[in-house]
């Protein structure tokens, strides 16, 4: 997607390969920089700070980390700690331990010369198949926002509501939930999107604010309780958010929050559409509530707020009163039950075990073989 009119992706090696290159969120929307990973170690960081973030481009990190880590170190015993560090930064997507586990074997079955080249050109491919697939998610998605469209008898916008951000920022390019917003947009279909701020680390009002500004998508910033009030008074067309995981019986895990939007548009008739990729399928799972691990993060996040004060510097400050405790769970699982339909790459699927498997029969099949 272009920033300043300049197309950007959010990873890339740099021309010489000495490097990998990210565009750094935690700057975001106060400054565009660009940050360089050098090692292992920046790669880790980069993940845990949420330098990058978003279940399909953490995955993408994770392999070109697996590449930094074979030019520092290419013996078997480094790759092995590599893949556990890399896993460990952060548990909830799952997108992050299939690219790593995938990668991590191949580079076993290789010359321990070979590791590095094969894995940053693995972490490119997968960077590649990133954007085709999330293409394909708008497009299907576009067809579920014309036909709102074409049965809403008024020139009036659609109006999407989305939480967190699941936009390009979260992936290689286009994004997932904001893919078919992108798509409807550039093919004349009037839209409009309500974003959720997403305490505590504000990925809505900082980051989907910022890429929708981008790209002329227009938009209104909400407070993360404002959503039930739009949707009772008819303000909300459709919500589509993003997942970080999908257990393969079609429960959802995403952002902190997004279960209270579902149970809102349950209540008032709206469809609640969760847009992904393959990959954030996990086939080993059905029960999202009893088997995905949430993520916890440190009660800075909570007790402390960033932001741009008027002198242009990016600046902390803190919230709640010295002494009170904090929780900061990362993620929520909204249950099947409350989810309209899964926006694949393979097409619209409905929140279920047969239907997501008739959409990925290979995948499902070669799970239920491994764990026969
Ligand atoms: O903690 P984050 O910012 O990595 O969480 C991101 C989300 O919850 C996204 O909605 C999710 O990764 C799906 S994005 C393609």
Redesign the pocket.
């Known amino acids: 997607m272009n920033v300043d009119g300049k197309p950007y992706r959010t990873i890339w090696l740099s021309e010489n390969g000495s490097d990998v290159r990210i565009i750094d969120q935690t700057r975001l929307p106060h400054e565009f920089c660009i940050a360089s990973l050098k090692s292992l170690s920046d790669a880790i960081h980069a993940i845990r700070d949420?330098r990058v973030?978003?279940?399909?481009l953490?995955g993408i990190t994770a392999a070109f980390g697996l590449g930094l880590a074979m030019r520092e170190n290419h013996s078997n015993s480094a790759l092995n700690d590599a893949a556990n560090q890399l896993i460990a930064t952060r548990p909830t997507?799952i997108n992050l331990k299939w690219a790593v586990d995938e990668l991590h074997t191949q580079l076993l079955n290789i010359t321990a010369t070979e590791r590095e080249g094969f894995a940053m050109r693995h972490a490119q491919r997968l960077a590649e198949e990133d954007v085709s697939i999330c293409s394909a998610i708008g497009d299907h998605g576009l067809e579920i926002i014309r036909e709102i469209a074409n049965k809403k008898h008024s020139s009036a916008p659609i109006n999407i509501l989305t939480h967190?951000?699941?936009g390009w920022l979260?992936?290689a390019d286009w994004?997932?939930?904001l893919a078919p917003v992108y798509k409807a947009y550039d093919a004349g279909i009037q839209v409009h999107v309500w974003v959720d701020e997403t305490r505590p680390?504000n990925?809505g009002a900082s980051l989907t604010a910022w890429e929708l500004l981008q790209h002329g998508v227009p938009h209104t910033v909400i407070v993360d309780n404002a959503g039930g009030h739009l949707m009772q008074h008819g303000m909300v067309d459709i919500c589509i958010?993003?997942?970080?995981r999908t257990t393969a019986g079609g429960d959802v895990c995403?952002?902190i929050g997004t279960y209270l939007k579902a149970l809102a548009a349950h209540d008032n008739g709206i469809p609640f559409y969760v847009a992904l990729p393959g990959p954030t399928i996990d086939w080993s799972i059905d029960d999202g509530l009893r088997d995905i691990p949430i993520e916890e993060r440190d009660g800075n996040e909570v007790s402390h707020i960033m932001g741009g004060n008027s002198a242009g510097e990016i600046t902390t400050v803190r919230l709640i009163p010295e002494g009170s405790r904090t929780a900061n769970y990362?993620?929520d699982v909204t249950p099947r039950r409350y989810v309209t339909g899964l926006i694949t790459e393979k097409g619209i699927a409905l929140a279920s075990r047969e239907s997501l498997a008739a959409l990925y029969l290979r995948q499902c099949h070669a799970t239920l073989l491994e764990n026969s």
Do not use: L, V
């Open positions: 949420m973030r978003g279940a399909p953490i997507a967190c951000n699941a979260a992936t994004g997932t939930a680390r990925q958010t993003g997942t970080d995403n952002k990362a993620f």
